[in-house]
């Protein structure tokens, strides 16, 4: 059986987050991500202002002791969110899924806030069947596909479903 797992981020996991938050098909997928997503130097910076954040929570996904993605909370608004990013090689294996549960047992602020274009069939589900239910649409520019893009809302309430 293959595991997931999380731990902390390393300096060593930048360039790997940087190579697939770049990637063309993950950024069209996700839509809501910086301009220029190859920009080196913005993503150092975003990086950077994150990591530095205390109310922001990252950790690095762990597909059988390799990284292959990455997951966090940030307040929106005030408002904790959740968001999360896999290695376009290993998706379809049930990682983000797995990820994300473990994730909601560590960060069991609730309630949780999660959004995806909605259009991201697989993102959607990831969070579902964690658990979060649609609260609403809206529709704003994403600057990854530099097009007006609906987004479903999602929140989870109480506690872990795990
Ligand atoms: C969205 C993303 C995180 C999914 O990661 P993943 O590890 O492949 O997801 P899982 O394997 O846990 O799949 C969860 C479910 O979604 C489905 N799914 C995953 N990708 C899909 C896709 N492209 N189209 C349709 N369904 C998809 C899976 O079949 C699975 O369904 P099931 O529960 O019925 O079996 C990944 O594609 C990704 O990182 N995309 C780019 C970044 C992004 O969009 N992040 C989210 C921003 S809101």
Do not use: C
Request: no cysteine; proline share 4%; aromatic share 10%.
């Amino acid at each position: 059986m293959d595991s997931v797992t999380l731990r902390g981020v390393m300096d060593d996991d930048l360039p790997l987050f940087f190579e697939w938050n770049s990637d063309e098909a993950s950024v069209q997928m996700a839509a809501f991500t910086s301009a220029d997503p190859s920009d080196r130097a913005v993503f150092d910076a975003h990086w950077a202002r994150t990591r530095s954040d205390p109310r922001v929570v990252i950790a690095t996904i762990l597909h059988d002791g390799q990284p292959v993605g990455s997951v966090l909370t940030f307040p929106d608004f005030g408002s904790p969110e959740v968001s999360y990013w896999i290695d376009r090689a290993h998706w379809g294996k049930g990682i983000a899924s797995r990820a994300l549960a473990l994730f909601l047992k560590q960060v069991d602020v609730r309630p949780m806030f999660g959004r995806a274009a909605s259009d991201n069939v697989g993102s959607i589900r990831v969070l579902e069947r964690n658990g979060f239910r649609e609260i609403g649409r809206e529709t704003n520019f994403a600057d990854g596909r530099g097009a007006e893009t609906e987004e479903t809302i999602f929140v989870l309430d109480g506690h872990s479903t795990e």
